[in-house]
């Protein structure tokens, strides 16, 4: 963050709020968490899952600026300056609102959204625009209805690109957020069976994604999958709101599309075709979704006005983020196992693209596969169909042995061979006794599932054997 992020006043005046104790002391960024609240910083004081009125005084223990706190909030002894509003969250979005009115004209503003890939998605552009001037972004999937108005606070005046997240599990989240980010480009990465336990059908899951457009810039572009089957639908959505539509994906008719690609374990290198332009894009992250996902950062990068030639090189050394595909060798028994950790989140797309990952992993490095599957959540009634729908994905990639917990990965684990069911359990922690017993030097382990499956402590457990 620069030093000055904000004045206090032009902060006060963004919030729509009036300042007590005014120092006029300027704010260096903007915190929700006082565990990770930086000297400077102003303290928005949230009620969420829990109230952030509570914490004030640790706040300025820590070092915090001033504290944005609600007309009812009663002062502590040792609390420093002051902005009261009537709504905290509010008041948040109007900061974010003003942080994004007072960019400069040639700045330009991305926003992605899509059923899995989005931050995947919103750090390659992140790592890519950074190499061609300043670039916003939130370092984590700050896609809700507070994190999207946090990320624009925290928005400086000099940005030059900025990248937005912006995620969902019900119909018409999409739009109040995208209205503030008013972004110039919009991605939707892919559309799949998720939250389906809140919608009546994927197609109602594309109309809700769709959403996106509606906060586009006049002129915008949207830049969907072509290899998606609601192409067309998003195409019209995005048409009615006059975007330029650019379409990414393995299809021959989309704008930006593979002319060479070779998939490794190593990552993808691609020859692209970007408008009837070639470029050469080496993505180290491995997976055809991870390649799919940089051709629409390519198409987004083209539209923003930015230089692919200096820009796309950032994608052969962008490592992916904490339980996104992480990979770590370790030290097992005397030998190695290698550790993917997908443990974040799973979806039935993810899930596939994740064993597809695995199935990558050559033989003569690691002798077998084994997937640790949790639970893939908020599926409704669909929950048993999409769980045993992922046999044809661990056969495609060769799984040795597959270990499950949860009762949804009950029907997969049912499903297969004898000879591929290494254990099933009803929650991750009791999965971690049997699956360290079977474990062996020569191991390849992939961990994923839903983040109600907790697979990230098993992940966790591995690394500290």
């Excluded at 809700?144 to 900025?162: D, I, K």
Aim: proline share 6%; aromatic share 4%.
């Amino acid at each position: 963050m620069p030093e000055n992020l904000w004045t206090s006043e032009d902060l006060v005046a963004a919030a729509k709020g009036r300042a007590e104790r005014a120092n006029g002391r300027p704010i260096a960024g903007i915190s929700i968490d006082t565990r990770t609240l930086a000297p400077g910083d102003l303290f928005v004081a949230l009620k969420d899952q829990r109230d952030g009125h509570a914490f004030v005084g640790a706040a300025f223990k820590a070092g915090a600026a001033a504290a944005l706190v609600s007309e009812a909030y009663e002062p502590g002894p040792n609390d420093g300056p002051l902005i009261r509003v009537r709504d905290t969250l509010s008041a948040l979005e109007n900061i974010g609102r003003a942080a994004r009115a007072r960019l400069a004209p040639e700045a330009r503003v991305i926003a992605v959204t899509g059923s899995a890939g989005k931050t995947g998605t919103k750090d390659m552009l992140r790592a890519a625009l950074s190499r061609l001037g300043p670039t916003h972004g939130a370092d984590k999937s700050f896609n809700n209805h507070w994190g999207v108005p946090l990320t624009l606070a925290r928005m400086p005046a000099t940005t030059r690109f900025g990248v937005f997240e912006i995620g969902m599990n019900h119909a018409g989240e999409i739009t109040p957020l995208v209205a503030l980010v008013r972004p110039h480009v919009a991605i939707i990465t892919t559309v799949e069976p998720v939250h389906l336990a809140q919608f009546p059908s994927v197609e109602a899951i594309a109309e809700a994604k769709a959403e996106i457009f509606t906060g586009l810039e006049p002129g915008g572009t949207a830049i969907i999958n072509r290899d998606n089957p609601h192409f067309e639908l998003l195409r019209r959505r995005a048409e009615a709101r006059g975007a330029r539509v650019v379409a990414f994906g393995q299809d021959g008719r989309a704008d930006v599309r593979p002319k060479v690609a070779e998939l490794s374990s190593e990552g993808t290198v691609m020859e692209v075709d970007v408008g009837g332009r070639q470029v050469h894009m080496r993505v180290a992250v491995p997976g055809i979704h991870i390649a799919r996902n940089a051709l629409a950062v390519a198409a987004a990068i083209d539209a923003a006005g930015g230089d692919l030639d200096e820009a796309l090189p950032a994608l052969a050394a962008l490592a992916p983020p904490p339980g996104r595909g992480t990979r770590t060798e370790l030290s097992f028994q005397g030998g190695r196992i290698l550790l993917i950790d997908e443990s974040y989140n799973a979806n039935p797309a993810s899930m596939r693209a994740a064993l597809a990952v695995l199935g990558t992993v050559p033989r003569d490095a690691f002798r077998r596969r084994i997937a640790v599957l949790g639970d893939m959540l908020e599926l409704g009634e669909y929950e048993k169909t999409h769980h045993v729908a992922l046999k044809e994905a661990v056969d495609a990639a060769g799984t040795d042995l597959v270990f499950a917990c949860g009762p949804n990965m009950a029907h997969l684990f049912s499903a297969l061979e004898p000879s591929r069911q290494g254990a099933w359990a009803p929650s991750s922690q009791e999965l971690r006794d049997p699956l360290f017993a079977a474990l062996a030097p020569g191991d390849v382990v992939m961990i994923k599932g839903s983040n109600g499956s907790r697979m990230g402590p098993l992940a966790e457990a591995l690394r500290g054997t």
